[in-house]
């Protein structure tokens, strides 16, 4: 088997991905709105698509001794991935030394309506309420990008791997492929299903959590599921991948994790198989193993070899800390995207569901970590990306803020307080703040006011202490870490937009003690890439 630490030396400058000379193009086309914006937002906008392509290096030949697919003649092969996280998709397409030969980015299209899914008798059931239809936004996303990959680079293709959020749950009929309900996504908690999921599962286990996959699972099967006999579960990367591959029911032992597949052993445990709805249970491979070729008319449509295989996935974070060659125990890496997501390289696997903490396996060693629902996409509800800009540059990352938050989209924490009912410390808050204000408790009210806002003065300020505020959430969960008894963290390397604020990273570096830098790679899409090279290669 081949180890993904070993496909790329280790050595940070010759790990360093080169990019040969580059032309950016600028390729117009229908995108739509930003997930955060209200419903009466979501209508379509005109916006483009950025992509970089790399020119050939001089020394590359297109032409040499080795035969594609169709048969003609190249001495360079490519690998394909592509990232779906929680606000858009990217891909990266890399040849085997690292070298980036194109990127391309996209927003999810929302597409809005009811749902309508058939039920096994050919009944239909209609979701009354207004939702996105993420099953048509995702499919829509994957063939754009596909389309945006440069049709020259297309016949060099060896393989393609796709990663998507962890715990991003679709349940389909086995036999058509049809969605039997919309997709639960990363952060929704079912705590309907948690004392079903407790009664059977192992104290503290990974899926003892609202937000498990397992729970998602149950929670369906014990409303919808009992007359299935023919239904099957996929994460969304597995989803995405059949989409390309067309061989219903295959996953990989990352995005299994949540649904209790233990990847010390490699099988479902006992306790699970026992279930009646462990027949919806998606066989597992490793990260990176090969599944297939691309179906005939995937292949025919986008101009790929004959030759390219489908590999499998993993989780968006897995492939954010792949991306950043952090190979040693003891380094870490946080993805600050729309949430915050922390990855540590332990020799120990740490499972405790009390505090959202869990271990996926890498090779022979361990991914320790846990997602919290902190993050970005908190920051774009209040500011604009040039607000943020703008006002980080004024933020004096040495000097402590006095702001204590914790910020939050909506009610409900994952990691490192597992509580469906936390609500986000500032918005509280804000409500405290009106109460006091209508009882007359003006003393409290300049506290509270201090604590909150002192917004009306300085957004410099504010930003400055919801900065900081994440950061100690994040220093409380590598401390968890070290308690539980993971590998000591040594250095951390950041993924994710929130990486280029410099001034952010200063703050970090203080409240963590430790060093902070960007990653070599700050792009899930490329850890992506480093599992379609993991296939082709093994």
Known sequence: MVSLSSMIPIDREQARPKRSQTMLVSVHRPTFSSPFLSPRQLSQEIGHCRIVNKRRPRS??????????????????????????TSGARFALIDKHGTIYSEAKREY???????????????????????IDWIRSWKTTLFLLLEDVPVNLRPLIASISIDGTSATTIILDSNTGEPLWRPFLYYESCPDALPMVKSIAPANHTVCSGTSTLCKLVSWWNVRGANKTSAVLLHQADWLLWLLHGKLGVSDYNNALKVGYDPEVDSYPPWLLSQPYSQLLPSVKAPGASIG??????????????????????????????????????KAVTSLGSTLAIKLLSTNRIEDARFGVYSHRLDDKWLVGGASNTGGAVLRQIFTDEQLKKLSDHIN???????????LQAVG??????????????????????????????GRVRKIKRMLHPRPQSDVEYLHGILESIARI?????TLLKDLGATQVEEVFTAGGGAKNEKWTQIRERVLGLPVRQAIQTEAAYGAALLALKGAET
């Open 397 to 407: 990352p040495m000097e402590a803020s006095p702001l204590d938050y914790y910020p």
């Open 109 to 131: 299209p929302k597409y809005m309506g009811e749902h309508v899914f058939k039920e096994q008798n050919g009944v239909a059931a209609r979701k009354s309420e207004e939702t």
């Open 474 to 478: 994040e220093a409380k969960a590598y």
């Open 293 to 330: 070729f691309l179906t005939e008319d995937i292949r025919a449509k986008f101009g790929f070899p004959k030759d390219c295989i489908v590999c499998t996935g993993t989780t968006d974070s897995i492939a954010a800390f792949l991306a950043a060659r952090a190979t040693q125990p003891g």
């Open 413 to 442: 924490e994952r990691f490192p307080v597992a509580d469906p009912e936390m609500a986000p410390r500032f918005y509280f808050l804000l409500l405290l703040f009106f109460f006091l204000l209508w009882v007359g408790e003006l």
């Open 60 to 85: 590359m030949s297109l032409m040499g001794s080795s035969k594609n697919g169709n048969g003609g003649q190249v001495s360079v092969r490519l690998y394909l991935g592509m990232d779906f996280g």
